[in-house]
């Protein structure tokens, strides 16, 4: 079993739906990071969060440290969206594992 | 822009060959990390200087060095090129390490042909 799965592993949607990508982590944690990796390869960092929820425009992160599972959420979603979404965890302070990755196809 | 600089963009050679990566961290980062993304394996953490001192070790082979320098730019060192080590190689930077937000590089994809 991978220490971090995410869910759906692919994922299509029209302009204007609401988003919900799912990331489960078997280890012990303090943090999260969710990341977008561009079709172009460029990775940008979106989320670290430690408890709660973190807002960021339209992109809205949540996590649950009891229960080792956080979610991303894009509201309105527009084509530019597509993208690849990571969620990653550090294993001991800064070794992060990542997840496989969601890879999102926003059509108009 | 993240602040991170990586060069080349894309580097392409012959297996048994030597290369080297270069990463400038953004300003006032004093960490510095080291990843793999291939197709088979994702992204892998590779290792992470801060400072100048090697921090933290991840899925590293002994044919692949890195080091951080006084001015803080990494430079990371694959050497007896193999197929398998065709891949994006991507650096970030952070203030600290812990629970610091990461700024990530553009990559550098490599071709081992």
């Known amino acids: 079993k991978n220490e971090v799965e995410q869910s759906p592993q692919n994922l299509t949607a029209q302009e204007g739906e609401f988003i919900t990508i799912n990331c489960s982590y078997s280890?012990?944690?303090?943090?999260l990071h969710w990341l977008q990796q561009h079709p172009g390869g460029g990775i940008v960092s979106l989320f670290m969060l430690s408890s709660g929820k973190k807002k960021h425009g339209r992109l809205i992160a949540t996590i649950n440290i009891q229960e080792k599972h956080s979610s991303l959420h894009i509201t309105a979603s527009h084509p530019r969206d597509s993208a690849v979404y990571i969620c990653a965890v550090p294993l001991n302070t800064d070794k992060l594992i990542f997840g496989t990755g969601t890879r999102l196809q926003v059509f108009p | 822009d993240s602040g991170v600089t990586q060069t080349p963009k894309h580097l392409i050679t012959a297996t048994g060959q030597r290369v080297t990566l270069r990463c400038s961290p953004r300003?006032?980062?004093?960490?510095v990390y080291w990843y793999q993304q291939s197709l088979d394996q994702g992204l892998q953490f590779l290792i992470q200087y801060y400072n100048g001192e090697e921090r933290a070790k991840g899925n590293i082979l002994e044919r692949f060095s890195a080091q951080q320098f006084p001015d803080l730019h990494s430079e990371l060192n694959l050497s007896s090129l193999e197929l398998g080590d065709s891949a994006l190689y991507f650096c970030a930077s952070s203030v600290a390490w812990g629970h610091s937000p990461l700024h990530f590089g553009n990559g550098t994809r490599l071709t081992v042909t």
């Open positions: 280890v012990g944690i303090s943090a």
């Open positions: 300003s006032g980062d004093l960490s």
